[in-house]
T-cell receptor, first 113, second 117 residues
Framework: DTEVTQTPKHLVMGMTNKKSLKCEQH?????MYWYKQKAKKPPELMFV???????INESVPSRFSPECPNSSLLNLHLHALQPEDSALYLC????????????FGPGTRLTVT | AQSVTQLDSQVPVFEEAPVELRCNYS??????LFWYVQYPNQGLQLLLK??????LVESINGFEAEFNKSQTSFHLRKPSVHISDTAEYFC???????????????FGTGTLLAVQP
C-alpha cells in the first residue's frame, strides 16, 4: 500500500481563523513533507520531518506551524493566514530523507477569504 | 545545487500519436531522477524512477524514460498516447544519500500533456 491520506479535501477559512491540515501514512516511512502548490506551478517544499524531528524549514512564515505527533501522522496548523496563502497543500512521505522516492497525498485545497 | 529544466510548458498531441516530454538536469556526479504525473485536482503520482542500473526505465502504463548521463537528460516517452494521459508531468531530481543529509526533491516547472481526439 503506497497511500498517503490527507484531510480535509477542501478548506475555506477566514484570516482570523485557526485550522489544521492532517496527513497520515502507514507505509512505515520515516520522512514526511509538507509542500505548497500554486496553480500551474511545481510543488514548493515547506517542511521536512525525519524520524519525527523537524529537519528542514524553508523559511516558512510562522503562521504555518508543523507538528509530527508520531511516525505516521503529520499536521500543519494554520493561523492568521493571508489570501495569498490559498493553494493546494500536499503531504508526502518517503522511506528516508535521501535518495528515496516520495509518495504524495491527494492534497488539501485551501482558500483564505 | 541541482536544477531541472522542462523546456516545454505544454505539448499538444493527437490520440494514438507518440510523445516525448523533455527533461534536462544540471550536471552532477550522480543523481536520482523521477517523473511524477498530476491529474487535475489531484496530488502527484510517481510514474517512474531512475536510481541506478539500467538506463531505460518503464512504467506499468506504457511510459518509459531513458537516463542519458552525457546529455544530462531524462526524457519521458510513450509510443501511443490516450485521452486519459492528459495531465501535468513533473520531472524531479535528487542527490543520492551522502552522510545522512536530507536531500531535497528538485522539481522542474512541469509540462502539460494535452491529448486531443
Amino acid at each position: 500500500d503506497t497511500e498517503v491520506t490527507q484531510t480535509p479535501k477542501h478548506l475555506v477559512m477566514g484570516m482570523t481563523n485557526k485550522k489544521s491540515l492532517k496527513c497520515e501514512q502507514h507505509m512505515g516511512h520515516r520522512a514526511m513533507y509538507w509542500y505548497k502548490q500554486k496553480a500551474k506551478k511545481p510543488p514548493e517544499l515547506m517542511f521536512v520531518y525525519s524520524y519525527e524531528k523537524l529537519s528542514i524549514n524553508e523559511s516558512v512564515p510562522s503562521r504555518f506551524s508543523p507538528e509530527c505527533p508520531n511516525s505516521s501522522l503529520l499536521n500543519l496548523h494554520l493561523h492568521a493566514l493571508q489570501p495569498e496563502d490559498s493553494a493546494l497543500y500536499l503531504c508526502a512521505s518517503s522511506q528516508g530523507t535521501s535518495g528515496y522516492e516520495q509518495y504524495f497525498g491527494p492534497g488539501t485545497r485551501l482558500t483564505v477569504t | 545545487a541541482q536544477s531541472v529544466t522542462q523546456l516545454d510548458s505544454q505539448v499538444p498531441v493527437f490520440e494514438e500519436a507518440p510523445v516525448e516530454l523533455r527533461c534536462n538536469y544540471s550536471s552532477s556526479v550522480s543523481v536520482y531522477l523521477f517523473w511524477y504525473v498530476q491529474y487535475p485536482n489531484q496530488g502527484l503520482q510517481l510514474l517512474l524512477k531512475y536510481l541506478s542500473g539500467s538506463t531505460l526505465v518503464e512504467s506499468i502504463n506504457g511510459f518509459e524514460a531513458e537516463f542519458n548521463k552525457s546529455q544530462t537528460s531524462f526524457h519521458l516517452r510513450k509510443p501511443s498516447v490516450h485521452i486519459s494521459d492528459t495531465a501535468e508531468y513533473f520531472c524531479a531530481v535528487s542527490d543520492p544519500p551522502y552522510g545522512g543529509a536530507t536531500n531535497k526533491l528538485i522539481f522542474g516547472t512541469g509540462t502539460l500533456l494535452a491529448v486531443q481526439p
